[in-house]
C-alpha cells in the first residue's frame, strides 16, 4: 500500500495560488490519487482525483508527472474560507480485500488576509 | 451536505460501556466505511462494508464490531470502552466500493468517555 507524505503546514495570502506536492513513491500501477479537504469537526470533502498527467475541475487542479511519485493539488487564489486540513490519499482499483485507506496527517493550509 | 447523516452527534458515555453509532450512505451507495479521528492519531481506517458484507478491514479493535444491514445502513458498536475511544467517528459512503471511488463523508459523532 502506497504511504504518502505532505508538508504538515503551509501559509498563505488571500488571492494567491497554493500548491501542495504529496510524496507517493510506493504508489501502484493501479493507484489512483485523490485530495480532501477536512474543515474543523466535519467530515472530509472530496476536492479532486487523478490518475496521470492534469485533472481540472472548478475547485482545484491536480498535477501528477510520468513517474507518478508525486502530486501537486494547486488550489488557484485562495480565500480566508480554504484554511483548511488537506489530505492526499493513494488508493488501488482493484476489488482487493483487506485494502486500507490511508490517509496521512495532511497539510494544514492557513490562509491569512 | 454530503447525503451522509451519522447519529448521534454527540455521545458522552463512562468507561466499561457500550455504544452504537449509526450511519445512512447517501442514497445509491453500497460501501460503507468507518474512520476514527483523534487529536494525536489523524484518520484511521477501520472498516468497510459493501452491500452487507465486510470487504476491508483496518486498524479496528476487537472491542469494535460494525455491520451493514439489508436497507444498507450500517452501525458501528463500541464495547468495553476506554478513555482512549473518544474520538470523533466519521462514516463515509461511495458508490460502489472500489478503491479509486470517491468516498462521501458524514459529519461525525463526537464520542467522549468519562
Known amino acids: 500500500l502506497a504511504k504518502t507524505t505532505q508538508p504538515i503546514s503551509m501559509d498563505s495570502y488571500e488571492g494567491q495560488e497554493v500548491n501542495i506536492t504529496c510524496s507517493h513513491n510506493?504508489?501502484?500501477?493501479?493507484?489512483?490519487i485523490t485530495w480532501y479537504q477536512q474543515f474543523p469537526s466535519q467530515g472530509p470533502r472530496f476536492i479532486i482525483q487523478g490518475y496521470k498527467t492534469k485533472v481540472t475541475n472548478e475547485v482545484a487542479s491536480l498535477f501528477i508527472p510520468a513517474d507518478r511519485k508525486s502530486s501537486t493539488l494547486s488550489l488557484p487564489r485562495v480565500s480566508l474560507s480554504d484554511t483548511a486540513v488537506y489530505y492526499c490519499l493513494v488508493g488501488d482499483i482493484r476489488d482487493n480485500y483487506g485494502q486500507n485507506f490511508v490517509f496521512g496527517p495532511g497539510t494544514r493550509l492557513s490562509v491569512l488576509p | 451536505d454530503s447525503g451522509v447523516t451519522q447519529t448521534p452527534k454527540h455521545l458522552i458515555t463512562a468507561t466499561g460501556q457500550r455504544v452504537t453509532l449509526r450511519c445512512s450512505p447517501r442514497s445509491g451507495d453500497l460501501s460503507v466505511y468507518w474512520y476514527q479521528q483523534s487529536l494525536d492519531q489523524g484518520l484511521q481506517f477501520l472498516i468497510q462494508?459493501?452491500?452487507?458484507?465486510?470487504?476491508a478491514k483496518g486498524n479496528i479493535l476487537e472491542r469494535f464490531s460494525a455491520q451493514q444491514f439489508p436497507d444498507l445502513h450500517s452501525e458501528l458498536n463500541l464495547s468495553s470502552l476506554e478513555l482512549g475511544d473518544s474520538a470523533l467517528y466519521f462514516c463515509?459512503?461511495?458508490?460502489?466500493?472500489?478503491?479509486?471511488?470517491?468516498?462521501?463523508f458524514g459529519d461525525g459523532t463526537r464520542l467522549s468517555i468519562l
Open positions: 463515509a459512503s461511495s458508490d460502489n466500493g472500489h478503491d479509486n471511488q470517491p468516498q462521501h
Open positions: 510506493n504508489i501502484a500501477t493501479n493507484d489512483y
Open positions: 462494508y459493501y452491500n452487507g458484507e465486510e470487504r
